[in-house]
């Protein structure tokens, strides 16, 4: 995974463009991809496709030719969808177009101006203190121009055609946690899937601009259950952002996985990332988001200073192990119906309590058959199960099934 963030770090990214398709067949590398081109002008709810952003370098030179900020050296230093540039100009009438961290003055910060016609540079504050007075040559060799918006979907089949969406965004440049270290998780995470209880569809678009076009071309009754995926790599403890119904089936089933671990869980809000589109009202997917430290939470965020080195395989393969396990508990989560409601059934006379014999969870087995029993009313699931009984959610999925095989539950 870290190797694959390496990969991707140098590509520079936006909300269209062939830094997209750059990603994109990298990703179509490791999983089939099934591509999608939306052309410029198309019309998605309330936004529009905007026209296609790619360039091709941008410097600021001094007086005697030296690039003071090069393009080449980092797909930071210009502002992202910067509209072309070729000019003269003073310090003075230069630096409104400049963006630095004061406070981190070594690193460079990520800005953009997706639907305004603009443009600018980003560099270091030390770097902007050390240039003199004087006239700078700016160019930026960038262009606007109808094209498309590209996206990517990798679908693992499973044994019903209901969905969870795994989505991450692609839209950023340089910046390692923020984006591609969701990108590379998701990847491992697809390729671990095999043969699952629902259909698992994995979306690798732009931030906003590409979900909310997902959402207006793609029929969302068949999407049950969705996790957003970003910051995945950072040293932080994991955060899980509930869907805005607040109690959906997927909210249940992080708050379940996380809980032997150092966590945060925080209530919605719409401000994030994609959840906030899956749960616009219109839609109320439940849609939850899962992150390290959350968007804006570090200091590296949206600067030079979240690069490869700031990404931690032990971090994840971290995430990743949580997401194997919570979609674990997705897949077996039923609710089951007792069959034989009026008194205890006898479950020694179907072999139930014979199976138990010599293991040596015999006990927590047996409890288990008994508090799937009581609370198969239909109205109960197996992680309400787990919850109230206090035992683990494997031993209550494995007394389910001995139920039903067994005729005694129906679900």
């Not at 909300?15 to 990703?27: F, H």
């Not at 509209?83 to 100009?89: D, L, R």
Request: aromatic share 10%; proline share 6%; net charge negative.
């Amino acid at each position: 995974m870290h190797a694959l963030v390496e990969r991707l770090y140098p590509l520079c990214r936006s909300i269209t463009g062939d830094g997209v398709r750059a990603t994109l067949d990298v990703i179509g590398e490791h999983v089939p991809l099934e591509r999608h081109e939306v052309p410029t002008g198309t019309q998605v709810f309330d936004w529009t496709v905007p026209q296609e952003w790619n360039i091709r370098d941008a410097w600021i030179a001094d007086a005697d030719g030296k690039r003071v900020v090069d393009f080449a050296e980092s797909n930071l230093h210009v502002v992202g969808y910067s509209v072309p540039v070729s000019a003269t100009m003073s310090l003075a009438e230069l630096r409104p177009h400049l963006h630095t961290l004061p406070d981190r003055p070594s690193w460079v910060p990520y800005r953009t101006s997706y639907y305004s016609p603009a443009w600018g540079f980003c560099l270091a504050q030390e770097t902007l203190d050390a240039l003199p007075e004087g006239d700078y040559e700016v160019r930026i060799d960038s262009t606007l121009a109808d094209g498309h918006l590209s996206y990517g979907e990798h679908v693992v089949p499973g044994q019903i055609a209901d969905e969870v969406i795994v989505s991450c965004h692609i839209c950023h440049p340089s910046l390692a946690n923020d984006n591609l270290a969701g990108v590379a998780v998701a990847i491992a995470l697809a390729k671990a899937l095999v043969n699952p209880w629902y259909t698992y569809r994995f979306l690798f678009m732009p931030g906003t601009i590409g979900a909310i076009t997902w959402l207006a071309r793609n029929d969302v009754a068949r999407v049950k259950h969705g996790v957003v995926l970003a910051c995945a790599g950072d040293r932080g403890d994991l955060t899980y952002k509930r869907s805005r119904r607040g109690d959906a089936e997927i909210d249940r089933v992080l708050a379940h996985v996380l809980r032997d671990r150092p966590h945060r869980i925080l209530d919605f809000s719409p401000y994030g990332y994609d959840e906030r589109q899956f749960c616009s009202p219109g839609f109320d997917l439940g849609v939850g988001s899962l992150t390290r430290t959350p968007y804006a939470g570090y200091p590296e965020y949206h600067t030079s200073a979240d690069n490869p080195d700031f990404v931690s395989p032990v971090a994840m393969e971290d995430t990743l192990a949580v997401l194997r396990e919570a979609f674990a508990v997705l897949d077996r989560n039923r609710r089951y119906t007792n069959l034989s409601p009026y008194g205890e059934p006898q479950l020694g006379k179907r072999g139930l309590y014979d199976s138990l014999g010599g293991r040596s969870d015999a006990k927590q087995a047996q409890m288990a058959m008994l508090w799937v029993l009581n609370l198969s009313d239909g109205d109960h699931d197996l992680l309400d199960i787990t919850r109230r009984s206090g035992l683990d959610f494997a031993a209550v999925a494995a007394a389910a099934d001995a139920l039903r095989d067994a005729g005694l539950v129906a679900g």
